[in-house]
């Protein structure tokens, strides 16, 4: 019952479809919290959000159809490219950005679980991989109007600049497990923007 007054009382716009997307989606973040990639079930998808299990196999097909969506829904709630004017702070809030998304209790988790399942599991990497593609691709802009201004070389690499940023924040967080904070991410923004006036990002 608890459940199923959560499910009626979404207010995401679309009606009972969208509504059930919804539930079912923060249902699979919750378990993927939880319990990671490999501990996500269809059917506790389905008892958390209130929905039928027919409807969660139908719909969505397997975890990893939970996951896909999942991803493609985070990149559709994530934030649009600074436009600042400058490419310094372009750079630093794209730094800031990314360092608020990992340190996030949940968003941070998540990201987490599905970044080990994609070790191992090739669905869970291609959703990865396409979240991460939309959202590099939407912070290079950031770089491509730099270059329109004349702040950095004509054939700098947006991709590239925007991956160099993220790099050394991900291999803290992932690899060696050391804490990140502003002061790092702020320092590799700064340290990318140095590299790319000098050329160093030029395809």
Request: net charge negative; proline share 3%; charged share 25%.
């Amino acid at each position: 019952m608890e459940q199923e007054t959560r499910l009626a009382g979404m207010v995401r716009p679309g009606g009972r479809t969208a509504r059930v997307r919804a539930a079912v989606l923060e249902a699979t973040q919750d378990e993927l919290v939880e319990h990671g990639f490999h501990g996500l079930t269809m059917d506790q998808v389905a008892a958390k959000a209130g929905v039928g299990k027919t409807t969660v196999y139908r719909r969505w097909g397997s975890t990893a159809g939970l996951v896909t969506d999942l991803m493609n829904d985070l990149a559709d709630q994530s934030a649009a490219h600074a436009d600042t004017g400058s490419i310094e702070d372009d750079l630093r809030a794209n730094a800031t950005n990314v360092l608020g998304a990992i340190t996030d209790l949940r968003l941070g988790a998540t990201l987490q679980a599905v970044i080990a399942a994609a070790t191992c599991d090739q669905q869970a990497a291609d959703a990865l991989n396409a979240f991460y593609l939309r959202r590099i691709t939407e912070w290079a802009r950031v770089v491509d109007l730099a270059v329109e201004r004349g702040e950095l070389p004509p054939g700098t690499d947006g991709p590239e600049v925007i991956r160099a940023i993220s790099a050394p924040l991900y291999y803290r967080l992932v690899v060696t497990r050391e804490p990140v904070n502003e002061t790092l991410a702020v320092h590799a923004a700064d340290r990318v923007l140095a590299a790319a006036r000098a050329g160093a990002f030029r395809s």
